[in-house]
């Protein structure tokens, strides 16, 4: 499957159950909008709720917050060990987060991780594509 064909089916899947699994686990691989690499394999994470803020996507190069811009959002992958991923790269500390971002393309933030919990990483759903 191309990363046409991927990004396509992302957006038809946009209805919750057919991204999570009866369990509340990710069905499909978790892969980056932009260059593809898998992020995540099925089964590895579980489905939150869970509200957060992003700041816009850019490149790592590029990736700053700035004040009140970026997106709220609450349907995230969570992931209790940061061993689990395929493919994720983490930026330097801002404050007591770290954003994860694809470690091919450096494009992010696609998720979250606060340096206080040892045991959540969170990857925003509209931030990924599945395949």
Known sequence: MDKEESTVESKECSDRSELVSEEGKN???????????????????????????????????????????????????LVDDMYTFENVGFTNDVGRIKYLICADCEIGP??????????????????????
Not at 27 to 44: E, N
Not at 63 to 69: A, I, P, Q
Not at 115 to 120: E, G, M, P, W
Request: charged share 25%; proline share 4%; aromatic share 8%.
């Open 27 to 77: 069905l499909k691989s978790v892969l980056c909008q932009r260059c593809g690499s898998k992020v995540l394999c099925p089964g590895m994470a579980v489905f939150s709720d869970k509200e957060l803020f992003l700041p816009p996507m850019k490149n790592k190069k590029a990736l700053s917050v700035t004040e009140g811009s970026g997106d709220s959002l609450a349907a995230h992958w």
């Open 110 to 131: 696609i998720g979250w991780h606060c340096l206080d919990d040892k045991k959540s990483f969170y990857v925003a759903v509209e931030r990924v594509d599945h395949a």
